[in-house]
C-alpha cells in the first residue's frame, strides 16, 4: 500500500525559509522508474506543479520558482524535501507531495492529504 | 513552457448527464496527457492517465481520448460521486503543468 504524508510548519513569516518533509512508504526511491514531486494549492486556485526528484537524484523544477526551490531525497529515510527560500504571502498554499511514476502511468498516482502552509507576519 | 488551457471554466449538470470537458496544448504532446479530479478538502486522483488509461479502480464511465494539441474527458452518465474539480496535466516535458481546471457542479 503506498502512502505519503507531508509535514512542515503550518505558518512562516515573509523572508523565511520554508522546509517541507515528504514521507512515503509502499514503495523506494531506488527502484527504477520511482519519482518524488511537490504539487501546491493556493486557496481557491489551480494546482501548480513544483518540482521532482527521480531514482536516480536527477531534479526538476517550475521555471517561475527555479531560483528559490531546492528538492532532496533520502532514501534511507524514505523521505524527501523541498525548501523554498524566501517566503511571501502569495505562496500561501496547501502543499501536496505525490508519486510520480514513469513505469506506468508518467503520472502522479498517488498523493499525500496535503499540508496548509500561510505566510503571515 | 507547455500551457495547458481547459474549457469550460465551470459547468452545470444533473445526475445522469453526459459530461465533456476539454483541454487544449500550447504545442504537441503526443498522448501524454492525465486527468484528475479533485473533492473540496482534498487530494487529487489520477482518472485518466496517457490520454485514454483508465487507472485502476476508476469506473468505466470516464473515458479520455485525443493526441497532439486537443483532448477531451467525458462522462458518460454524472454521478452525485463527480461533482468536483477535473484538471489536465501534460506529462510530455519538464516543467509538467496543469490546466486551470473545470468545476462540474450541480444543476
Known sequence: QVTLRESGPALVKPTQTLTLTCTFSGFSLSTSAMCVSWIRQPPGKALEWLALIDWDDDKWYTTSLKTRLTISKD???NQVVLTMTN???VDTATYYCARYNTLETWAFDYWGQGTLVTVSS | DIQMTQSPSSLSAS???RVTITCRASQTINTYLNW???KPGKAPKLLIYAASSLQSGVPSRFRGSGSGTDFTLT????QPEDFATYYCQQSYT??????QGTKVEIK
Open chain 2, 36 to 38: 484528475y479530479h479533485q
Open chain 2, 15 to 17: 445526475v445522469g448527464d
Open chain 2, 94 to 99: 519538464y516543467p509538467r503543468t496543469f490546466g
Open chain 2, 75 to 78: 462522462i458518460t452518465s454524472l
Open chain 1, 75 to 77: 532514501t534511507s529515510k
Open chain 1, 87 to 89: 517566503m511571501d504571502p
